[in-house]
């Protein structure tokens, strides 16, 4: 069982271009999550989802954008990305929406110059 | 605003000691749960304790819980250099759907 994959494992984008960050799990959790970690803030909330076909959003959901067309995928698109978006990426998954523990991914290191 | 803050923001201990990392938070919680991140990894789940729950134990693991005060407390007792690691405590609270992360503590523990 892998458990949660994410791709890519890092990455160097040019300011304005788009990019989706992809994540999967194998778990056949209902509920996946999206969060970017920096320096000093913890995990943040970008958006999740409770189960296939809803998406909602998290702390952080501004220039970010998910869909959630079945049970095991959930992507984070950039729609253009900024500087600020330099971040480490985690998906994560829990089996409900409700006070799960959650199963982390290994990260996608992002970086926008 | 995050739910939960951690205290110290690092801890730096010789094997054998324990060590004691604390989270405030600021709202009621239905549980609160304590996550373990290696350097350049994921986080990975330790513990959960629930509202109702004063203290659990896993291994060296002990974690408390005081509702009244808002505040947890994770030991972990005869630590090792494999300890060495970032700590969080995540918070999902009372009428919230979703899990908040603290900012976490940095153990080094030297060997």
């Known amino acids: 069982i892998a458990g949660i994959t994410q791709a890519p494992t890092s990455q160097i984008l040019a300011a304005g271009r788009r990019m989706t960050l992809r994540c999967t799990q194998d778990?056949?959790?209902?509920?996946m999550y999206w969060y970017r970690q920096d320096l000093g803030l913890g995990l943040r909330l970008i958006h999740y989802?409770?189960?296939?076909?809803?998406?909602g959003k998290g702390e952080v959901p501004d220039g970010y954008s998910v869909s959630r067309a079945n049970t095991d995928d959930f992507p984070l698109t950039l729609a253009s990305a900024v500087p600020s978006q330099t971040s480490v990426y985690f998906c994560?998954?829990?089996?409900?929406?409700?006070?799960?523990?959650?199963?982390f991914g290994p990260g996608t290191r992002l970086t926008v110059l | 605003s995050q739910q939960g803050e951690e205290d110290p923001q690092a801890l730096s201990i010789q094997e054998g000691e324990n060590a004691t990392m604390n989270c405030s938070y600021k709202?009621?919680?239905?549980?609160l749960q304590w996550y373990r991140q290696n350097s350049g990894r994921g986080l990975v789940h330790l513990i959960l304790?629930?509202?109702?729950?004063r203290e659990k134990h896993s291994g060296r693991l002990r974690v408390t819980l005081d509702t009244s005060k808002k505040s947890s407390s994770l030991l972990i007792t005869a630590s090792r250099a494999a300890d060495t690691a970032s700590y969080f405590c995540?918070?999902?609270?009372?009428?919230?759907?979703?899990?908040?992360f603290g900012a976490g503590t940095r153990l080094f523990v030297k060997a």
């Open positions: 994560a998954s829990s089996e409900g929406i409700t006070a799960d523990t959650q199963y």
């Open positions: 778990m056949r959790h209902n509920a």
């Open positions: 989802s409770n189960t296939a076909g809803t998406t």
């Open positions: 709202t009621s919680i239905n549980n």
């Open positions: 304790i629930r509202s109702n729950e």
């Open positions: 995540a918070t999902y609270y009372t009428g919230g759907f979703k899990t908040i």
